[in-house]
């Protein structure tokens, strides 16, 4: 039967390493779970914890050295803000401050003697903002409450002052900001783009490396021999394997890059067919990278200590957190030479942004370039590290059989 | 006879630590490359220079004076001047700037008639920390261009200096970011990023070490060793990491406070102190998942999740109670939290050792909990049944 089958030649061996690889990752736990679970998980759990997108309501505690009718109507206004939640007054600093070392409040708002009447007699009133800084956002929001609220009572007093001119009425020039792409102004919808393909990525990794390890193990107890192994031509056994997890992805893929969006209603503005080709790359670069670093893997569980750290690594050279322009130069090319840094920002130039295909035609070459670059790693580290290597294994287990298991044992200190 | 047990145990660990290239990579190479990523990526503090457009369409003495301003802000830095509205929205499609500042074609004629024109910032949320930087930079050009007309005027009607920015701003805020006035981003990321990525590593190497005992079926044999004591068995295995760990994260600690240059307000031995509770603590809470869940991959699958999501429900950006109850929850269960308390209160604000009591507490109570559930271990170590 398998002869009849067999179309020989190097596409033969495409065949038949894909239709292999199909079945040794629908037949392993481990690596389903890598595949299939985390991708369909892993974004839900991520899109929920960042879900309330941002802090409301931060505590602070006002002091009032001033007592007037305009220092209570601040603090009134201020604790009406979405913003800050005035907890209450204190009689001193020192009160104040026991109340934020003891984390009752994040802030301070002191007002000075005489604010009312500088405030109201032509000079300036002060009103002092002493900020925790443990979270940056905390100091946003106060900072935030605090503008709108002195800007609200500055332009009341103005009104009541100036003349038309001078732009009694308001101010002389409106301003309005408008925010594009992410319309709704949250984390959430900013952040998770990138973390959805990091997912597809990472996973990826983790399954090429469970499977790796568990064929390293399959040799060390058949005398350096995988059963599974079909022996394919070097090429031929790479791209079968990424036909495999191409087809494997596609569901998944599906899921993670626009369901997703819909669940948790991100911005949808990129047309589904150019988001796919253009991500097609993207899974070729990640297959080949996986299959170039499965190289550190030596057994099925090494996988989590040798790929699992990189995730956050990866993300942060994407750019999404620290934008890529103020990164120094060492990091903005190792970023460059990381397939989801490509991904990730063309992903939301175009889901978020609404780009077209053409206007990140810069992302998809550099994608195809690192295709390339990786797909020639993964070629020389398969066939002059791993093969070498398992030649050494049959050899030394001829020698002396079962050395192998035992070496294992020796090198892991174990026995 | 215990002291050849101690022997034999801290053998087994410390041979396996020496023959293995991934522990050396694990414990040593990658924390310490870890911090230097972290530290070094962000080490300018400030996401400022954001790549931005202008679209000019009014071309007069006022519009060429804001857009002279604003090549001068520190916030943004204009990268091209576009004609028309749809070539800069096409430029922020293709990721070439972040944002555009628009000027109307009829600004300074309803300036000068009193016809109250508007200025306007389109900003590319999908980035955020630029985005927040590029708001803060439009709004101040906006807010010149409005005090510049208005104090023209009054000049105009004969008022001081003074008097106008009093007019102008009866009210000021003075701000006070306690112990971080240069709001650098650095101190935030780093304080929190940095032992988080740490911890991770802590959680699968102990994860690995024991799972491997596990794997081989020689676990039977490592407790037999220590002479029947799954304790004695685990601290000589673990007892030679920690040790490593330590010294590990003290240079991290080195590298954070002396050669970045980090805050660092308290006593200098209380950080350092920190340091072995927090590597102590995160032993124990792999061990911990170890226990309850005495199998290799699902300990290690455990392990690494909760070391990843560290990074996102410890509330290093979202407060806490801002958090929904069971993601706050979550935070508390992983040490890097309280560690994080712990270096936010002592080294970043430098207040009374007091205040963190229950942080301490916390991170003691970690380092004895799996003492509580090792006989769960023990049972899988004498009958090891491996999956998978």
Same mark, same amino acid.
């Given at each position: 039967?398998?002869?009849?089958?067999?179309?020989?030649?190097?596409?033969?061996?495409?065949?038949?390493?894909?239709?292999?690889?199909?079945?040794?990752?629908?037949?392993?736990?481990?690596?389903?779970?890598?595949?299939?679970?985390?991708?369909?998980?892993?974004?839900?759990?991520?899109?929920?914890?960042?879900?309330?997108?941002?802090?409301?309501?931060?505590?602070?505690?006002?002091?009032?050295?001033?007592?007037?009718?305009?220092?209570?109507?601040?603090?009134?206004?201020?604790?009406?803000?979405?913003?800050?939640?005035?907890?209450?007054?204190?009689?001193?600093?020192?009160?104040?401050?026991?109340?934020?070392?003891?984390?009752?409040?994040?802030?301070?708002?002191?007002?000075?003697?005489?604010?009312?009447?500088?405030?109201?007699?032509?000079?300036?009133?002060?009103?002092?903002?002493?900020?925790?800084?443990?979270?940056?956002?905390?100091?946003?929001?106060?900072?935030?409450?605090?503008?709108?609220?002195?800007?609200?009572?500055?332009?009341?007093?103005?009104?009541?002052?100036?003349?038309?001119?001078?732009?009694?009425?308001?101010?002389?020039?409106?301003?309005?900001?408008?925010?594009?792409?992410?319309?709704?102004?949250?984390?959430?919808?900013?952040?998770?783009?990138?973390?959805?393909?990091?997912?597809?990525?990472?996973?990826?990794?983790?399954?090429?490396?469970?499977?790796?390890?568990?064929?390293?193990?399959?040799?060390?107890?058949?005398?350096?021999?995988?059963?599974?192994?079909?022996?394919?031509?070097?090429?031929?056994?790479?791209?079968?394997?990424?036909?495999?997890?191409?087809?494997?992805?596609?569901?998944?893929?599906?899921?993670?890059?626009?369901?997703?969006?819909?669940?948790?209603?991100?911005?949808? !503005?990129?047309?589904?067919?150019?988001?796919?080709?253009?991500?097609?790359?993207?899974?070729?670069?990640?297959?080949?990278?996986?299959?170039?670093?499965?190289?550190?893997?030596?057994?099925?569980?090494?996988?989590?200590?040798?790929?699992?750290?990189?995730?956050?690594?990866?993300?942060?050279?994407?750019?999404?957190?620290?934008?890529?322009?103020?990164?120094?130069?060492?990091?903005?090319?190792?970023?460059?030479?990381?397939?989801?840094?490509?991904?990730? !920002?063309?992903?939301?130039?175009?889901?978020?942004?609404?780009?077209?295909?053409?206007?990140?035609?810069?992302?998809?070459?550099?994608?195809?370039?690192?295709?390339?670059?990786?797909?020639?790693?993964?070629?020389?580290?398969?066939?002059?590290?791993?093969?070498?290597?398992?030649?050494?294994?049959?050899?030394?287990?001829?020698?002396?059989?079962?050395?192998?298991?035992?070496?294992?044992?020796?090198?892991?200190?174990?026995? | 006879?215990?002291?050849?047990?101690?022997?034999?145990?801290?053998?087994?660990?410390?041979?396996?630590?020496?023959?293995?290239?991934?522990?050396?990579?694990?414990?040593?190479?990658?924390?310490?490359?870890?911090?230097?990523?972290?530290?070094?990526?962000?080490?300018?503090?400030?996401?400022?220079?954001?790549?931005?457009?202008?679209?000019?369409?009014?071309?007069?003495?006022?519009?060429?004076?804001?857009?002279?301003?604003?090549?001068?802000?520190?916030?943004?830095?204009?990268?091209?001047?576009?004609?028309?509205?749809?070539?800069?929205?096409?430029?922020?499609?293709?990721?070439?700037?972040?944002?555009?500042?628009?000027?109307?074609?009829?600004?300074?004629?309803?300036?000068?008639?009193?016809?109250?024109?508007?200025?306007?910032?389109?900003?590319?949320?999908?980035?955020?920390?630029?985005?927040?930087?590029?708001?803060?930079?439009?709004?101040?050009?906006?807010?010149?261009?409005?005090?510049?007309?208005?104090?023209?005027?009054?000049?105009?009607?004969?008022?001081?200096?003074?008097?106008?920015?009093?007019?102008?701003?009866?009210?000021?805020?003075?701000?006070?970011?306690?112990?971080?006035?240069?709001?650098?981003?650095?101190?935030?990321?780093?304080?929190?990023?940095?032992?988080?990525?740490?911890?991770?590593?802590?959680?699968?190497?102990?994860?690995?070490?024991?799972?491997?005992?596990?794997?081989?079926?020689?676990?039977?044999?490592?407790?037999?060793?220590?002479?029947?004591?799954?304790?004695?068995?685990?601290?000589?295995?673990?007892?030679?990491?920690?040790?490593?760990?330590?010294?590990?994260?003290?240079?991290?600690?080195?590298?954070?406070?002396?050669?970045?240059?980090?805050?660092?307000?308290?006593?200098?031995?209380?950080?350092?102190?920190?340091?072995?509770?927090?590597?102590?603590?995160?032993?124990?809470?792999?061990?911990?998942?170890?226990?309850?869940?005495?199998?290799?991959?699902?300990?290690?699958?455990?392990?690494?999740?909760?070391?990843?999501?560290?990074?996102?429900?410890?509330?290093?950006?979202?407060?806490?109670?801002?958090?929904?109850?069971?993601?706050?929850?979550?935070?508390?269960?992983?040490?890097?939290?309280?560690?994080?308390?712990?270096?936010?209160?002592?080294?970043?604000?430098?207040?009374?050792?007091?205040?963190?009591?229950?942080?301490?507490?916390?991170?003691?109570?970690?380092?004895?909990?799996?003492?509580?559930?090792?006989?769960?271990?023990?049972?899988?170590?004498?009958?090891?049944?491996?999956?998978?």
């Amino acid at each position: 039967m398998r002869k009849k089958l067999r179309i020989g030649g190097w596409f033969g061996d495409i065949l038949r390493v894909s239709r292999k690889e199909f079945y040794l990752s629908f037949h392993d736990v481990g690596v389903i779970v890598f595949f299939v679970l985390l991708a369909f998980a892993y974004p839900v759990l991520y899109a929920l914890i960042y879900n309330p997108e941002v802090a409301n309501d931060v505590k602070v505690v006002v002091v009032d050295d001033d007592r007037s009718e305009l220092s209570r109507a601040f603090t009134r206004s201020l604790d009406a803000t979405s913003e800050a939640h005035v907890i209450g007054y204190a009689a001193n600093m020192e009160e104040a401050r026991e109340a934020v070392n003891e984390k009752e409040c994040f802030g301070i708002v002191y007002f000075p003697e005489g604010f009312s009447a500088n405030a109201e007699r032509g000079q300036q009133g002060d009103v002092v903002l002493y900020a925790d800084m443990s979270l940056l956002m905390r100091y946003k929001q106060l900072l935030t409450a605090m503008t709108d609220v002195q800007q609200a009572y500055c332009s009341r007093i103005m009104t009541a002052k100036l003349p038309a001119a001078a732009g009694g009425g308001g101010a002389i020039i409106e301003s309005r900001e408008v925010p594009i792409g992410n319309t709704g102004r949250g984390i959430a919808s900013a952040v998770l783009p990138a973390v959805l393909i990091l997912v597809l990525q990472q996973s990826l990794l983790l399954g090429i490396g469970m499977l790796r390890g568990g064929s390293r193990e399959r040799r060390l107890k058949n005398g350096g021999i995988d059963p599974h192994d079909v022996g394919g031509a070097v090429g031929a056994t790479i791209l079968g394997k990424t036909v495999t997890y191409l087809i494997i992805y596609l569901l998944p893929s599906i899921y993670v890059l626009f369901i997703v969006p819909i669940m948790f209603s991100y911005p949808q !503005n990129g047309n589904p067919i150019e988001i796919l080709v253009f991500l097609l790359p993207f899974m070729l670069c990640a297959s080949f990278m996986g299959q170039s670093l499965q190289v550190f893997v030596n057994e099925r569980e090494s996988t989590f200590l040798v790929l699992v750290f990189t995730s956050v690594i990866f993300i942060f050279l994407s750019g999404i957190s620290w934008p890529r322009y103020a990164m120094g130069g060492l990091w903005h090319s190792i970023g460059n030479a990381i397939p989801s840094t490509w991904a990730a !920002n063309g992903y939301i130039l175009m889901m978020t942004d609404g780009a077209s295909f053409a206007q990140v035609k810069h992302h998809y070459f550099m994608l195809w370039g690192l295709a390339v670059a990786y797909f020639i790693i993964a070629y020389c580290v398969e066939r002059f590290i791993c093969r070498p290597r398992y030649r050494r294994m049959r050899y030394y287990d001829a020698k002396s059989p079962g050395s192998l298991l035992r070496e294992e044992a020796r090198r892991n200190g174990l026995g | 006879m215990l002291r050849e047990y101690v022997k034999e145990t801290v053998k087994r660990g410390l041979v396996s630590l020496v023959r293995r290239r991934i522990y050396f990579i694990t414990m040593v190479v990658l924390p310490l490359l870890g911090a230097f990523f972290f530290l070094d990526l962000i080490k300018s503090g400030s996401v400022e220079q954001a790549p931005v457009g202008l679209v000019d369409l009014d071309n007069s003495t006022l519009s060429r004076n804001l857009s002279r301003h604003l090549a001068a802000m520190q916030q943004v830095s204009v990268q091209h001047q576009y004609a028309s509205f749809d070539e800069a929205r096409q430029a922020v499609q293709r990721g070439e700037i972040l944002g555009f500042f628009f000027i109307p074609e009829d600004l300074s004629e309803k300036a000068l008639s009193g016809n109250h024109p508007t200025l306007s910032y389109y900003i590319n949320y999908a980035y955020y920390a630029p985005a927040s930087m590029q708001y803060k930079g439009f709004k101040t050009i906006t807010v010149l261009a409005n005090g510049g007309i208005a104090a023209n005027v009054m000049q105009f009607m004969g008022a001081t200096g003074e008097q106008i920015s009093a007019t102008l701003q009866p009210i000021a805020v003075h701000t006070h970011p306690v112990a971080n006035p240069w709001l650098n981003y650095s101190y935030y990321l780093n304080a929190s990023f940095i032992p988080t990525f740490f911890a991770l590593l802590i959680f699968l190497v102990t994860a690995f070490t024991i799972g491997i005992e596990l794997k081989y079926g020689t676990c039977r044999q490592w407790v037999e060793r220590a002479g029947g004591s799954m304790g004695l068995a685990l601290t000589g295995k673990l007892v030679p990491q920690t040790c490593i760990f330590i010294v590990v994260g003290w240079t991290i600690q080195w590298m954070m406070y002396r050669l970045y240059g980090l805050p660092l307000n308290c006593a200098n031995w209380i950080m350092p102190v920190t340091m072995v509770l927090y590597v102590l603590a995160n032993q124990a809470f792999a061990l911990t998942v170890m226990s309850l869940i005495p199998n290799f991959r699902y300990g290690t699958t455990v392990c690494s999740l909760m070391a990843v999501i560290a990074f996102s429900v410890c509330a290093f950006s979202l407060p806490r109670e801002s958090e929904y109850a069971w993601v706050g929850g979550l935070s508390y269960v992983l040490p890097a939290r309280y560690y994080f308390l712990i270096s936010v209160d002592q080294a970043l604000n430098g207040i009374d050792l007091h205040y963190s009591r229950w942080y301490y507490a916390a991170l003691v109570a970690y380092t004895f909990l799996p003492w509580t559930l090792t006989w769960k271990l023990k049972k899988e170590c004498l009958n090891p049944v491996y999956v998978p």
